[in-house]
């Protein structure tokens, strides 16, 4: 049973480009989750969607970035005309249901590490 | 979403000696996680804690959550090379509950 998968694991751009980073949850999970990592930081949360839907995307700056989870194929997450502070680790995690107090986890995948030269 | 606070930021251990990383809360937690972070790696999910003065072990490792449900402790009994990496308490935040609301960690570095 694979995990949550995301590629690519390394992505490099320049300023101005653009980043597509994609995740695959684990078989049987339809929500997903993208958290940032900064150096040395801990991970923020930044959007959560389910397929087709977007339901909390307040951790997402409100500018260059979005995200998808379309009927199918992968989730998204896209930057656009990427500046040097975007440069993070982006993890990706799932879980079979929203609500964490029933003793769900989220499972992360094991991230795309995004340079912006 | 309202913040954990993590000590020590970073420990350095003899293998063999025992390691402690502190977690708190201003306000009352519904549940706390722990995950672990190696170099390079993903955080990994370690265990949850929902009741109040509850202490769980896996192996080495003792978890316990306060009896107000404000701080919680990971303990790890003499270390070992392979506990190296960044421990994080976790709470959950958010209207439905499922942002995860990560400390800054514990960097755990073990001398062999």
């Known amino acids: 049973n694979a995990g949550v998968m995301q590629n ?24 997903v989750y993208w958290y940032r990592q900064l150096p040395e930081e801990g991970l923020k949360f930044m959007v959560y969607l389910q397929k087709e839907n977007i339901i909390d995307e307040s951790g997402m700056p409100k500018e260059r970035f979005s995200a998808e989870f379309p009927k199918e194929g992968p989730s998204i997450l896209r930057i656009q005309q990427v500046v040097r502070g975007d440069s993070a680790a982006y993890f990706c995690a799932s879980s079979p249901r929203a609500s964490l107090d029933t003793g769900d986890t989220q499972y992360f995948g094991p991230g795309t590490r995004l340079t912006v030269l | 979403g309202q913040q954990v606070m993590q000590i020590p930021q970073y420990q350095h251990v003899q293998e063999g000696e025992d390691f402690t990383t502190y977690c708190n809360s201003s306000t009352t937690l519904s549940n706390i996680q722990w995950y672990k972070q190696r170099p390079g790696g993903h955080p990994v999910f370690l265990i949850q804690l929902v009741k109040s003065g509850e202490v769980k072990k896996q192996k080495r490792l003792t978890f316990q959550f306060g009896e107000a449900k404000k701080n919680s402790s990971l303990h790890i009994t003499a270390t070992q090379t392979t506990d190296v990496g960044t421990y994080f308490c976790v709470r959950n935040s958010g209207a439905g509950s499922y942002q995860l609301t990560f400390g800054k960690g514990t960097k755990l570095s073990v001398i062999p």
């Not at chain 1, 690519?8 to 929500?31: I, N």
Request: aromatic share 0%; charged share 35%; proline share 8%.
């Open chain 1, 8 to 31: 690519p694991r390394h992505l490099v751009r320049r300023r101005g480009q653009e980043a597509r980073l994609r995740c695959s949850p684990m078989k049987g999970h339809s929500h």
